[in-house]
């Protein structure tokens, strides 16, 4: 009887053992769940805003000012609108207008051939910068001469670099040098130029 139950108790016992393994090894049900792996944040992807398709002489909004081509530029006019000016194409008639009105505004008035001077360097400067291209204002000096005779009126041409355009007592001799100086240049569609009306 005795080697019966220890031939029993061999069985049981490596049958209790095995539980006992299998249940010290499982998740008690009562315990913390898994956290599953949390994906990495990614970095937002910002592409550039696509250039506003325009081209010279249309009108744009703020906005679309700020997303010109490359040779492009939202002129301001006196009206508050902005026009877009090509570097490599003429003015548009609405900011070649709007040039003229300003420079025949500020030379009119004007008494001496000093002022008039003055005035064209700095506007020339302010016109190429906002139109972004060499702009050349053509306007009558009130009063200038040459070397001795008595002063008289002369028709000038200023740029951001001075050109080096003779003074001429006619206008169209004077458009005629402004082209022709414009025409030497290394790239002439880069320039342009506007005449006061008188």
Known sequence: MERAMKCLAGPALGTLLTVGLIAGCSTPSNGPAATPPTASPTAAVTTAP???TV???DTVTEEQAEELAEGQVAYPLASGER???????PLPDAVRADMVAAVTAGVSPLTSGFDAYAFAM????????????????VFLSPLASFGDEEPHPIWITKGTMNPPIQATLGLEEQIANVEAFIAAQPDPSLWDYVVQTV
Request: glycine letters at 6%.
């Open 50 to 52: 696509e250039p506003v």
């Open 122 to 137: 700095s506007y020339t400067k302010s016109a190429s910068a906002a139109a972004g291209k060499n702009v050349l204002v």
């Open 55 to 57: 081209t010279a002489g």
């Open 83 to 89: 026009v877009v000016v090509e570097a490599t194409a």
